[in-house]
């Protein structure tokens, strides 16, 4: 169902031209009509007002049942400071956040992870942006899991592309779960997003391009 605050969402990726409709290539390889890419969030203003969507979705969630975020690397580093800091401000829950380098530094305080240091028995929420094929996080797991005996609860993203992962009839996130035993939240779906475009007269054109790349990439 496309609530208030969905559409609400899926209006504030239109206007930070996050969300975009066109001919894109996925980094899985595969194409589609629509495309999100959280690296065009540019200013404050923005930052702060992903952060508190995301943060209101932790509180509903998990509360303050986790003892550390991570945001891997890149663009879930931005994400992970700004939800930090929104659930600080809006809620009081008042965590610590880290994040990956791609490249492991040899000099300074060395190593591939900077931020909070896991510890045994940490219970960890993953802040990314979307899941397509899944191909992010089985990167992401063994980053966390090599920092220590942590247990990764739940991952939070923008969007769910709701797409089928490496196991037929399965999408990335149904494996996400099923592999890793994590909890997936979206804002909003590929669903909502279609919903969304059917409201509005002026993308009557990219509903055929947007029920062609469902009926041919997810699984609902």
Known sequence: MLTASKKEFIEFMMHADVLRFGDFITKSGRKTPYFVNTGNYKTGLQNSRLGEFYAAMVKETVDDNFEAMFGPA??????????????????????????????????????????????DG???????????????????????????????????ISVNRCEVGTVPGKTAVMEVGETFGIRVHALVTVQDIRAYLADKAEFAHLLPLMDAYMQQYCVF
């Open 74 to 119: 890149y663009k879930g580093i931005p994400l992970a400071t700004s939800v930090a800091g929104a659930l600080a401000r809006n809620y009081g829950i008042d965590k610590p956040f880290f994040f990956n380098r791609k490249e492991i530094k040899d000099h300074g305080e060395g190593g591939s992870i900077v931020g909070y240091k896991p510890v």
């Open 122 to 156: 940490d219970r960890i929420i993953i802040i990314e942006d979307v899941i397509t094929a899944g191909t992010a996080i089985r990167e992401t797991m063994p980053v966390l899991l090599g920092c220590a005996n942590v247990k990764v609860t739940d991952m939070f």
